[in-house]
């Protein structure tokens, strides 16, 4: 597969590639629909000295907000950690814009493009009304199948560099809220109700 380069960036020996997928509900085992409102983000997962996955964002340490929460690290940490890593992410900044879904993209279709796919992982994650959802929770998927941490091999393994399909999964507590229509009782009180002359008879009295 060849490799696609940055423009402009061609003395890095990085890859580049896009990731598309869907934020869709579910309920059980059974998906429901696309969900809207939503902000789709990349967060980019290194391993650290201890062996552990350590996230970050490509972002200040001080506009991380509630990604601090879930122990996400921001730009100026990958630089001091992962110097190896912080280049191509922060060339990338751009890129790594998050996607805001909304009623004019009822399909939860989100993409990120001229994405670096080198040896670090990404997980795409959606935020919905104050909650965070990963492709790595339970019902995702990571373009392949599997709800894992997506490498760049991932995207390079595809046609174009391109890794689609991938699925946030959010449970679908709104659909749950909704009350099915009541079912319309037809009592068959006449044999003939199909009839064109008892249909006669009836928009004649009705009139």
Known sequence: M?????????????????????????IGEKMTRPIYPANVFLLVQVTGEDGKAELYYPADEDKLGRLKKSKVLGIESLQRKHPDVYPPINEAFESFTPVHIDENNNLGRFEFK???????????????????????????????????????????SQEGNILDNVVIPVKDVWIEKVKPAPKVKVKETDKDMDQPSHLKSMLIEDV
């Open 114 to 156: 001229d994405i670096p796919a080198g040896s670090w992982g990404y997980i795409a994650v959606a935020y919905v009304e104050d909650e965070l959802y990963m492709h790595t929770d339970k019902m995702g998927d990571n373009g392949l199948g599997k709800n894992e941490v997506i490498y760049g091999r991932d995207i390079l």
């Open 2 to 26: 060849p490799r696609s380069e940055r423009p402009g960036k061609g003395k890095e020996d990085v890859a580049y590639g896009s990731i598309r997928g869907t934020v869709i509900g579910f």
